[in-house]
T-cell receptor, first 111, second 115 residues
Framework: EDKVVQSPLSLVVHEGDTVTLNCSYE??????LLWYKQEKKAPTFLFML????IEKKSGRLSSILDKKELSSILNITATQTGDSAIYLC???????????FGIGTKLQVIP | GAVVSQHPSWVICKSGTSVKIECRSL??????MFWYRQFPKQSLMLMAT?????????EQGVEKDKFLINHASLTLSTLTVTSAHPEDSSFYIC???????????FGSGTRLTVV
């Protein structure tokens, strides 16, 4: 059965800190791993990772996939209070396969 | 714990027919369930929020009469796509939770293809 495990479950940091969120997976027929940010309504798509070792970057956020270790990390540098959210990892999404979401990491950034 | 089962995983139906998708919380009681639709570039759009025993709250632009949502019990919500058309073909995902610190758990999604 497909499994996506995220750690830590919850994290509280001060503004300006750098955080690393972890996601490990056991997914049959791996195609991609995705990161989402959930604040209020629908999760907001952040990154889709398909190739190992290639970092994807968007502003202060970056993510990389390690297919050998079956894991991915999401880095947020110089955190801001607006980064407070639940960060979800999922794989794969779309196509004719089931999607498996991790339970998320709740990040709280305090001033 | 906190498992959400979505059924079916994949359905193909003829244009004009209706399709029902179920979302069940297996080991907890979900006071709130959300229904999402996936759009290109992996974005998820919230369609509606369903609270047990009351009418669902639909997001702007989502047709209530087309996407019927029923949340009759604390463990089951259903989304019925009525008179489906090819443009309704999409990936539909539910999430369920109690709204507390544990957040919400996602189902595994349903791929709907209307031919």
């Amino acid at each position: 059965e497909d499994k996506v495990v995220q750690s830590p479950l919850s994290l509280v940091v001060h503004e300006g800190d750098t955080v690393t969120l972890n996601c490990s997976y056991e997914v049959t027929n791996f195609r991609s791993l995705l990161w989402y940010k959930q604040e209020k309504k629908a999760p907001t798509f952040l990154f889709m990772l398909t190739s190992s070792g290639i970092e994807k970057k968007s502003g202060r956020l970056s993510s990389i996939l390690d297919k050998k270790e079956l894991s991915s990390i999401l880095n947020i540098t110089a955190t801001q209070t607006g980064d407070s959210a639940i960060y979800l990892c999922a794989g794969p999404l779309g196509g004719y396969q089931k999607v498996t979401f991790g339970i998320g990491t709740k990040l709280q950034v305090i001033p | 714990g906190a498992v959400v089962s979505q059924h079916p995983s994949w359905v193909i139906c003829k244009s004009g027919t209706s399709v029902k998708i179920e979302c069940r919380s297996l080991d907890f009681q979900a006071t709130t369930m959300f229904w999402y639709r996936q759009f290109p570039k992996q974005s998820l759009m919230l369609m509606a929020t369903s609270n047990e025993g009351s009418k669902a709250t639909y997001e702007q632009g989502v047709e209530k009469d087309k996407f019927l949502i029923n949340h009759a019990s604390l463990t089951l919500s259903t989304l019925t796509v009525t008179s489906a058309h090819p443009e309704d073909s999409s990936f539909y995902i539910c999430s369920a939770g109690t709204g507390g610190e544990l957040g919400y758990t996602f189902g595994s999604g349903t791929r709907l293809t209307v031919v």
